[in-house]
T-cell receptor
Framework: GENVEQHPSTLSVQEGDSAVIKCTYSDSASNYFPWYKQELGKGPQLIIDIRSNVGEKKDQRIAVTLNKTAKHFSLHITETQPEDSAVYFC?????????????FGRGTSLIVHP | DAGITQSPRYKITETGRQVTLMCHQT?????MFWYRQDLGHGLRLIYYSAAADITDKGEVPDGYVVSRSKTENFPLTLESATRSQTSVYFC??????????FGSGTQLSVL
């Protein structure tokens, strides 16, 4: 099955700095890569996603890049703000046999210091 | 209100007791999922369902039972709770198992 590794487990930055979270996956059949943000006491919420036919996607201060050859994808947050503090999860979904069940990374706790 | 709701929000029980966590969604999504979240392990899939009356095991199914008689409901039952099942449980739904929508979670403590 799919295996998703996520690094770092904790990331501490100063407000205004950039933050990068990296994930690798093992199944070359994976073609959908979402990122979720989980604020304290809440469930994860989708913030951005990318498909295998696209190398990069941006949405305001967040962007995701994908390198299918190397089987890794990354989340980039620019001009970080205290409200960006949360746990971020990456995931990968293989599209094989009609089963698209995502596999999640273990999460990154991002702390943005004012 | 439309969305996905979990109940109860908090639950304390004793070892050996049966506990049922409820999950209800109003979107008529085909897929529903149960995850548990533990420090250092991230989100681990317990069970999922692709449609009513269709369920399948995830990564950590032992000790749990699910059913899905209606599209909108996906209850999770711990038949005989153990301390190792102390965790935060999240239900999620999705139309194609891609973009998941999560509930607010149930924090379960087994004493």
């Amino acid at each position: 099955g799919e295996n998703v590794e996520q690094h770092p487990s904790t990331l501490s930055v100063q407000e205004g700095d950039s933050a990068v979270i990296k994930c690798t996956y093992s199944d070359s059949a994976s073609n959908y890569f979402p990122w979720y943000k989980q604020e304290l006491g809440k469930g994860p919420q989708l913030i951005i996603d990318i498909r295998s036919n696209v190398g990069e996607k941006k949405d305001q201060r967040i962007a995701v890049t994908l390198n299918k050859t190397a089987k890794h994808f990354s989340l980039h947050i620019t001009e970080t703000q205290p409200e960006d503090s949360a746990v971020y999860f990456c995931a990968a979904s293989p599209a094989s046999g009609g089963s698209y069940i995502p596999t999640f990374g273990r999460g990154t706790s991002l702390i943005v210091h004012p | 209100d439309a969305g996905i709701t979990q109940s109860p929000r908090y639950k304390i029980t004793e070892t050996g007791r049966q506990v049922t966590l409820m999950c209800h969604q109003t979107w008529s999504h085909s897929y529903m999922f149960w995850y548990r979240q533990d420090l250092g392990h991230g989100l681990r899939l317990i069970y999922y369902s692709a449609a009513a009356d269709i369920t399948d095991k995830g990564e950590v199914p032992d000790g749990y039972v699910v059913s899905r008689s209606k599209t909108e409901n996906f209850p999770l039952t711990l038949e005989s709770a153990t301390r190792s099942q102390t965790s935060v449980y999240f239900c999620a739904s999705s139309e194609r198992a891609e973009k998941l929508f999560f509930g607010s979670g149930t924090q379960l403590s087994v004493l």
